[in-house]
């Protein structure tokens, strides 16, 4: 993880931090940072793809094994219909532009979140960004789109349920492995940490199951200014958290840790 960028300019940050497996982001606050600057809402989520662009480029040389971006809750449907329209948009030109360069950098995309309410182009668009880099092996960068957590548990009791009633699972096999399976995450790590940007402190149906013992950073600024130092600090603050499972052993993997 050394040597990389402006890492290698600040030794002592980078003696403090933890580096987490799995990095999950609540990207709030494009619309306040484009208001304060007299721009449109449209202009601040245009910026939040530059943001997304430099989390990821940070993320693989930091050597995070996940992270995972809140990009669109089932919840942000209830906006103006001409705000769903960009944010959409803005999905489909990320993809477009960006999956080439993702896909030579190693990066592993996987998609979590409802599909079925999504229009067709840009549900072929993420099953063809998962197709095409699906046997990378670098970072995982795990989109959040059209994702509520809340529905994610709903449509996991129903499959369960499904399966009990044709005889396929007993109620007793269902256990925490068995709901974990039947989450959109099923093979990604539970996040170490959940970041949200714009000052808000609450999770607004982001992976509630998977939560259970993330640690929460909130930081002051909105998702488009939210560059390599915010991060390194987010990861400092991080790294100073005592995670302790509920028992009495502190198990982070801080700096010098595993
Ligand atoms: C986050 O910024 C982007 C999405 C939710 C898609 P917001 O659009 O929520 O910005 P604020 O919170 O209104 O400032
Ligand atoms: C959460 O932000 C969703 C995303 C970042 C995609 P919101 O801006 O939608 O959350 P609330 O409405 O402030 O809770
Ligand atoms: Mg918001």
């Not at 948009?89 to 409802?114: T, Y």
């Not at 488009?224 to 990861?235: M, N, T, Y």
């Amino acid at each position: 993880m050394s040597g990389h960028g402006t890492i290698a300019d600040l030794p002592s940050l980078v003696e403090q931090m933890a580096i987490p497996r799995h990095l999950a982001v609540i990207m709030d606050g494009n619309g306040r940072w484009a208001k304060e600057r007299g721009l449109s809402r449209t202009q601040g989520h245009r910026q939040g793809v530059v943001a997304v662009r430099e989390i990821v480029k940070n993320s693989i040389e930091l050597g995070i094994d996940y992270l995972t971006l809140f990009s669109f809750s089932s919840e942000n449907w209830s906006r103006p219909e001409s705000e769903v329209r960009d944010l959409m948009g803005l999905l489909k030109l990320f993809i477009r532009n960006d999956l080439a360069k993702l896909n030579k950098k190693n990066v592993k995309v996987v998609v979590i979140g409802c599909r079925e309410s999504l229009t067709s182009d840009i549900a072929d668009l993420l099953v063809e960004a998962e197709e095409k880099t699906k046997d990378n092996t670098g970072l995982n960068l795990v989109i959040a789109f059209n994702y509520g957590a809340r529905q994610e548990l709903t449509q996991a009791v129903k499959q369960l349920a499904g399966r009990v009633a044709k005889g396929e699972l007993s109620v007793d096999e269902i256990d925490e492995a068995a709901v974990s399976a039947a989450l959109y995450s099923n093979s990604i790590p539970d996040p170490d940490v959940i970041l949200r940007t714009s000052g808000e402190q609450r999770l607004s149906n982001f992976l509630l199951w998977q939560a259970a013992y993330s640690e929460f950073v909130f930081v002051d600024c909105y998702w488009p200014d939210f560059d390599r130092v915010r991060l390194e600090e987010a990861l400092v603050e991080y790294s100073g958290r005592d995670r302790r499972y509920g028992g009495v052993v502190t198990q982070n993997r801080a700096a010098g840790g595993a």
